[in-house]
């Protein structure tokens, strides 16, 4: 994906279908995540594994898509039920299933890890993307991983373009670049730190 394929002084982030800044979350109500929102802006994220560009990253794409189908179909099955992503899982483990609740566990991870490999980089502005991913990655999904998929994930953190080129598939100014990563982010990074701290709840144990 080029920088060219956006309107002229547009970035990537206008691309999306739904952002993680257009995702409602009830303060009021113990932080509750609309749950439609929040899968369609997880799989907007999915995309900018594309800007990344490599192949190796399709491990990592599938993965979470994978888990977003978990919870697509739990809400599907039990819509009215199902409206707050809390709510979803609360549901689910009283009917003693687990599987949507176990796809939310590991796409949290995914989501944490891709939001913290990006944090670290746009705060370090020398750092190359590999290895602001490799520390997201051993700090997030790499001590759940068996010893089968880390090799494999492991190849995806390495194959990351130089910084310089990530940025400039983002959009031609590297200004707004920045301004409309650091907002995604911090959207991205609330949603991940109210569903951290959500999963480790007892009533989110199966």
């Known amino acids: 994906m080029a920088a060219a394929t956006y309107p002229a002084g547009g970035t990537f982030f206008d691309t999306l ?14 932080n509750a995540i609309s749950t439609t929102e929040f899968l369609e802006a997880a799989e907007s994220l999915v ?29 599907l099955a039990a819509p009215t039920l199902s409206e707050i992503l809390q709510d979803l899982v609360i549901n689910e483990l009283k009917e003693k299933k687990h599987t949507a609740t176990e796809g939310l566990l590991w796409l949290s991870r995914g989501l944490d890890f891709t939001a913290q ?15 602001s991913f490799r520390g997201a990655y051993g700090n997030t999904l790499k001590p759940h991983h068996s010893f089968v998929i880390k090799p ?17 598939k983002l959009g031609d100014d590297e200004t707004k670049v920045q301004e409309k990563l650091g907002e995604w982010l911090a959207s991205l990074e609330k949603v991940v730190g109210i569903l951290k701290e959500f999963m480790a709840r007892k009533e989110a144990k199966w």
Request: no cysteine.
């Open 117 to 131: 490999a990006l944090r670290q980089n746009l705060s370090n502005p020398s750092e190359e993307l590999s290895n």
């Open 152 to 168: 494999i994930f492991s190849a995806a953190m390495s194959a990351t373009p130089y910084r310089k080129d990530f940025y400039k």
């Open 17 to 30: 279908k739904k952002s993680f800044t257009d995702v409602p979350v009830d303060a009021s109500k113990d």
């Open 47 to 75: 995309t900018l594994f594309d800007v990344l560009g490599s192949v190796a990253f399709n491990p990592v794409k599938s993965d979470m898509l994978g888990n977003v189908k978990k919870i697509r179909d739990r809400q």
